[in-house]
């Protein structure tokens, strides 16, 4: 059976010498891996359409096991992801985690716009550590962690000062601290950006600046939630950590990251 899948790229596996295992993530059929036969070749028809990041519309024959992808059409390139080593970076790592967290052939079409959207910011050259933060916060309850950021989890209190809970995997109020000792205590300001990375969709948030040490104190919160709750480890997260350590190597273009934050 012949099937036009429209999808995004996650990641491609060498096969022999010539071809590459395709795995796609699309709106209606979820995760899908197809052999693409021959696309290790230069002159392949198959070769540009099977890189990561990639959205293409794919005519997949389906078997009994791994469909064979018979042709591709390029949808859309996301090509300032491929030009730019930053951007190459933290797009990696969200397409691994959603790799990573999403089970093969089950539909999540709000996965799906949640990726596309992120690549679209990221090739629009919005921060992409600030895009990445967004997935990670976005892609917690698919892992089965569902943290409590509307109110205290304790006691339901919605007014007051508030620090996160690792224990409790969300925010305590200042009335509920005793309950945990390894509380990280919260400005307004972080708290109102915690709920915004989980709560606002990433097309309706604009181009959100935010200062470094900020985004690193909330890359702090969400990966040791998934480090500790989920196990989840990502291979990507250590060439970003390299990015990180080596600017000298890897210089960066001035972005809004570096300025004041705005409100969200």
């Known amino acids: 059976m012949l099937n036009r899948i429209e999808g995004i790229v996650l990641k491609t596996q060498d096969y022999g010498e010539a ?28 070769a540009a359409i099977t890189q990561p990041f990639t959205h293409g519309s794919f005519l997949i024959q389906q078997g009994r096991g791994m469909g064979t992808m018979q042709q591709g059409e390029q949808v859309e390139s ?9 951007a190459t970076a933290y797009a990696s790592f969200i397409v691994e985690l959603i790799d ?10 709000s996965i799906f716009n949640l990726l ?29 962690i ?19 809970s690792f224990q409790q995997i969300g925010f305590l109020c200042h009335r509920c601290f005793s309950i945990d000792r390894y509380i990280i205590r919260l400005t307004p300001a972080q708290v109102k ?28 919160i969400v990966r040791t939630i998934y480090e500790e709750q989920t196990g989840i480890r990502l ?5 970003i950590d390299q990015l990180d350590r080596s600017p000298q190597y890897f210089p960066k273009k001035e972005n809004p990251s570096t300025a004041p934050e705005e409100g969200v």
Request: with cysteine; glycine share 6%.
């Open 193 to 220: 950006l915690i709920r915004t990375f989980y709560t606002v969709p990433i097309e309706q948030v604009g181009k959100l600046t935010l200062k470094k040490e900020t985004k690193t104190f909330i890359k702090k």
């Open 235 to 239: 291979k990507t997260r250590s060439f």
């Open 100 to 109: 990573r967290a999403v089970d093969d052939r089950t539909p999540q079409p």
């Open 19 to 46: 071809n590459k295992i395709v795995t796609l993530f699309s709106q209606e059929g979820g995760k899908i891996t197809a052999m693409a036969r021959g696309a290790k070749k230069p002159a392949s028809r198959l």
């Open 116 to 144: 596309q959207h992120a690549l679209h910011a990221i090739s629009d050259e919005y921060d992409p550590e600030a895009i990445a933060l967004f997935v990670e916060w976005k892609m917690l309850p698919v892992t089965g």
């Open 78 to 86: 996301y090509r300032h992801i491929r030009q730019d080593i930053e």
């Open 146 to 164: 569902y943290p409590t950021l509307h109110q205290c989890t304790n006691c339901g209190a919605t007014e007051g000062e508030f620090a996160f």
